[in-house]
């Protein structure tokens, strides 16, 4: 079984549409993240969520919302798409907040037309 | 904030030769974790290896050994006995109670045969 596992993995769409991108763990993790790598493979944390406590990096645009329908879940919803979205969107988890390692997704790849 | 620095975009060595990646972080916490991930083709990120700070002794996984210098913040990956297989994006991290897992911009190395 897959430990950490999102959907879908390739996603085309066209600027100014809203999609979504699932996220599933199960490690039993108390802790859930979304990374953006962007073309040059820099990784950037966007969100990370334990507890129903909510971390917003300061710098993600409030089109970009989380949602977490249990602590396994945490799926990331884009409004209004734009060019400037089209990076490799990682899903992670970890057993608790700020200690131990990630566990990664495959990692979900959007390009906006 | 925590900034982690990898100054060798690109590395290559042959195979079965050592390699040494090299990182450097920033921090005023005397308490944090670092990691070294691989990133394969694939895109999946993969743990290579991981170091608590109030460890003194090194970590070690096989081929795979760091260089934990806590004075000098700096956090080195060595490789042993390269093969075809180790050719992928590596990523230095770090991660501490009160700050979530930062990553360095990378090194690709590449594997001659």
Known sequence: DTAVSQTPKYL???????KSIKCEQNLGHDTMYWY??????FLKIMFSYNNKELIINETVPNRFSPKSPDKAHLNLHINSLELGDSAVYFCASSHSRNTGELFFGEGSRLTVL | AQTVTQSQPE?????????????TYDTSESDYYLFWYKQPPSRQMILVIRQEAYKQQNATENR???????????????????????AAMYFCAYRSALSDMRFGAGTRLTVKP
């Not at chain 2, 590395?11 to 390699?19: D, H």
Request: glycine share 4%; with cysteine.
């Open chain 1, 36 to 41: 953006k790598q962007d073309s040059k493979k």
């Open chain 1, 12 to 18: 085309v769409t066209q600027m100014g549409n809203d």
């Open chain 2, 11 to 23: 590395m290559s060595v042959q195979e079965a030769e050592t390699v040494t990646l090299s990182c």
């Open chain 2, 64 to 86: 795979f050994s760091v260089n934990f210098q806590k004075a000098a913040k700096s956090f080195s990956l060595k490789i042993s006995d390269s093969q075809l297989g180790d």
